[in-house]
C-alpha cells in the first residue's frame, strides 16, 4: 500500500464519519433538548432504550441497513448498497444514539440556567438556545465521541461499503484486509494512524471549543 | 401590588407551602425563616417560576406578569461568558434599547465594573451573587425578589446592599440574617413549616 493509498483512506475515513456525525449532530441536538427540558410519560423508557442501543454491536445495525439497501430489499431501487453514502447512513445511526445520551448529560448539568434566564424574562425559546449556548463546549465534546466510535467502526464500514478499493474503502477496512492478509505490520502501522487522526481532531476541535 | 391567594405548592417529597395568604406593595418586605421553612418555594411561585396547586398570584391585578418579577437565586448561577454579557443577555433578550447603558449602571451600583470582562464562572461566590443582583437590577423590574442575597457577601457588601435596596421599593427578600432583615425591610413576615405566622 502506498502513502498515496493511505493518505486517500485516511481523508476518506475522515469524510465519511465526519459526515456521519454532523448529521447525528443534527438530529441529536435537538432530540437531547427537548428529552433535557420536557417532562413527560415515557421519558426515562426512552432514556434506557438509547442507553441500551449504546452498545448494539455495528454489525446488527450494519445487517438491517444491508437488508433495507439490498437490491431487494425495501429501499433497494435507492441503489445505495456499497456507497459512501450507505456507509455515512449508517454510521449516523449507529451514533445517535450515543451523541444523545452524551448530550443530555450535558445539557441537564447546565439545566439551572433555563430557570435563571425564564427568571429574567427570557422566552422558553430564548432559555432554550441559552442552555444551548452554555453546554456547548459538552455538546462538543459529545460530537467528538459519536465521530470516534464513527471511525473506529468496522461493522457497519464493511457490511454497507464492502471495502471497495478507491471507492469506500477506509481505515478499519483497510485494517481489517490487511490482517486478512497475515500483513499484521501494516494493520497495525494503519491502526497507529487511525489513533493520531482521532487524537489529533479531537484535541484540535477540543481547544477549540474550550477557547 | 402583589397578591398571594391562599397559595399551596406541595413538593412529593415532603415540604413547601401551604395556605399563603401576602399582600406586598410599595415596600420591602422580609421573610424570614429556618432552613427549609418555605420561603424559596414562596418566592419561586411569586415569580412565577413554580406554579402552585392551589391558589394564585396576581402583579397589579394580572395573571400574567412575565418580566414585572425578577427572581435573583440563592445560589448564584452564571452564564458561560463574561460578566458584561451575562448582566446584557436578558437586556437583549428583552429587547431594551439601552442594554448597555443599563449594564454599566447597574454593575458601577453592585461595585463589579472592573470584572466585566472575567468569565463569570470563574468567579469567587460573592463575585457571583453581586452579577446575579446586577444582572436582576439592570432589568429594572418592578418588583425585585432577592434569595438569601447576603448569603456569600462580606460585612462592607451587605451595607452597600442594604443601601441599594433601600433606594428602591417593591423588594421581597427571603433571608435568615435577621440583623440585614432588621436594617433593610420595611416590614418582616414570618414564615415557619410553610405557613406564615403572626
Known sequence: ?211 | MIEVINVTYRYREGGGISGINLVVGDEIVSIEGPNGAGKTTLLKVIAGLLKPQSGEVLVDGSRNFKGDVVYVHQRPVMFRTTVMENIIWALRARKIEDAEERAVEAMELMGIYELRNRHAWKLSAGEMQKVSIARALALRPKYLLLDEPTGSLDFSSVESLVSIIRGRKRVLIATHDRDFSEKVADRVVKIRYGRLVP
Request: with cysteine.
Open chain 1, 1 to 211: 500500500m502506498t502513502p498515496l493509498e493511505i493518505a486517500e483512506i485516511s481523508l476518506r475515513s475522515i469524510a465519511i464519519s465526519g459526515t456521519a456525525s454532523i448529521i447525528a449532530a443534527v438530529i441529536s441536538i435537538p432530540l437531547s433538548l427537548f428529552l433535557c427540558l420536557r417532562d413527560f410519560k415515557g421519558k426515562n423508557l426512552i432514556l434506557e432504550i438509547l442507553n441500551s442501543m449504546v452498545s448494539l454491536p455495528t454489525v446488527v445495525i450494519g445487517l438491517l441497513l444491508y437488508y433495507l439497501l439490498t437490491r431487494t430489499g425495501p429501499l433497494g431501487f435507492l441503489d445505495l448498497m456499497y456507497t459512501p453514502i450507505a456507509m455515512v447512513i449508517g454510521q449516523a445511526i449507529l451514533i445517535i444514539p450515543l451523541m444523545t445520551i452524551f448530550m443530555e448529560r450535558a445539557l441537564d448539568s447546565r439545566k439551572d440556567v433555563v430557570e435563571v434566564a425564564i427568571s429574567l424574562g427570557a422566552s422558553n425559546s430564548q432559555a432554550a438556545h441559552r442552555l444551548f449556548l452554555d453546554s456547548l463546549p459538552g455538546i462538543i465534546s459529545s460530537v467528538l465521541v459519536g465521530f470516534n466510535r464513527a471511525i473506529g467502526e468496522l461493522g457497519v464500514a464493511l457490511m454497507l461499503g464492502g471495502n471497495i478499493k478507491g471507492f469506500t474503502r477506509v481505515m478499519t477496512t483497510a485494517i481489517a484486509l490487511e490482517v486478512s492478509k497475515g500483513e499484521f505490520e501494516l494493520g497495525i502501522s494503519l491502526g497507529f494512524i487511525l489513533v493520531c487522526i482521532s487524537l489529533l481532531l479531537t484535541s484540535a476541535i477540543s481547544r477549540m471549543a474550550r477557547r
